[in-house]
């Protein structure tokens, strides 16, 4: 892990994304004490969906296709 105080990451940041490209995790600092940390996103997947999540939670009413009463 490379600790980089902020005008040092201002200054090499593409090559600092390329770092981080390749797995490392780099860290940002000011006065030497970190702040923050750049870190390569995780492969994701599709999002999983689970069939149900919301029941109960939607009411559909046996007239909710009948007609507006202004367009009657």
Not at 20 to 47: C, D, F, Y
Request: overall charge negative; charged content about 25%; glycine content about 6%.
């Amino acid at each position: 892990m490379a600790i980089y105080n902020i005008h040092e990451a201002k200054t090499h940041f593409s090559k600092l994304l390329e770092r981080v490209l390749n797995g490392e995790e780099i860290v940002i600092a000011k006065s030497g004490k970190p702040i923050a940390r750049i870190l390569p996103l995780a492969a994701e997947g599709p999002a999983l969906r689970v069939p149900g999540i919301d029941k109960g939670k939607v009411i559909l009413m046996p007239d909710f296709d009948a007609p507006l009463p202004e367009f009657e």
